[in-house]
């Protein structure tokens, strides 16, 4: 089936570095998502994006996060500075359609330590 | 929150036997998608249920709505080793943010 694939897989870094997740989404899709998920909890939904835009962000979304596709590559979140609380399993999804008709589709997860 | 505390659930069952997962929420919802998440992988949806269907089934799998109650189920009948997984259920509330529950962690054991 359609496969997400997010870049890295595992990253360690240093608290306040900076750092960027990148999912390549499928090739179709329009709608964009970042999840995050704390080992042996629920997804919980950081933002979304389509049309180069964010449409919905929660709480989680700190100032210190951004999202952005340029020029339909990659579609990233950056960190900038990391907090010891952003250690988490970060998971991008794509779909299709919006709304009440769109399955997502995820990515395997970019595992993200904060020392 | 939009999930009620009966969410975090935690299932043991033995192969063969049949299991049923259930989740209520508090936001109005036409459709419920239910994902399957494997340990150290990205959830897969499994099953999506519209307001429009009381049950809805697949293999296995059969997967019930009741948005007078707003809750829904999913069963699992005659369950095997390769079901071992956490489940969840995910409502889309406004623009195509979908938002999931605690989930159920079920093992089959042979």
């Known amino acids: 089936g359609p496969k997400v694939l997010q870049i890295p897989s595992h990253q360690i870094i240093d608290m306040g570095q900076m750092v960027t997740l990148n999912c390549d989404p499928v090739?179709?899709?329009?709608?964009f998502y970042w999840y995050k998920q704390i080992l042996g909890q629920q997804m919980e939904f950081l933002v979304n994006f389509y049309n180069g835009k964010v449409m919905e962000k929660s709480k989680l979304f700190k100032d210190q996060f951004s999202v952005e596709r340029p020029d339909g590559s990659y579609f990233t979140l950056k960190i900038q500075p990391t907090a010891l609380e952003d250690s988490a399993v970060y998971f991008c999804?794509?779909?299709?359609?919006?709304?009440?008709?769109?399955?997502?589709?995820f990515g395997e997860g970019s595992k993200l330590t904060v020392l | 929150s939009q999930w009620g505390e009966e969410n975090l659930q935690a299932l043991s069952i033995q192969e063969g036997e049949d299991v049923t997962m259930n989740c209520s929420y508090k936001t109005y919802t036409t459709v419920v998608h239910w994902y399957r998440q494997d340990s150290g992988r990205g959830p897969a949806l499994i099953i999506l249920i519209r307001s429009n269907e009381r049950e809805k089934r697949s293999g296995r799998l059969r997967a019930t709505l009741d948005t007078s109650s707003q809750s829904s189920s999913l069963s699992i009948t005659a369950a095997q080793c390769e079901d071992t997984a956490v489940y969840f259920c995910?409502?889309?509330?406004?623009?195509?943010?979908?938002?999931f529950g605690k989930g159920a962690k079920l093992t089959v054991s042979p």
């Open positions: 090739s179709n899709h329009l709608y």
């Open positions: 999804a794509s779909s299709l359609l919006g709304g009440h008709t769109g399955q997502l589709y």
């Open positions: 995910a409502t889309e509330g406004t623009g195509s943010k979908l938002s």
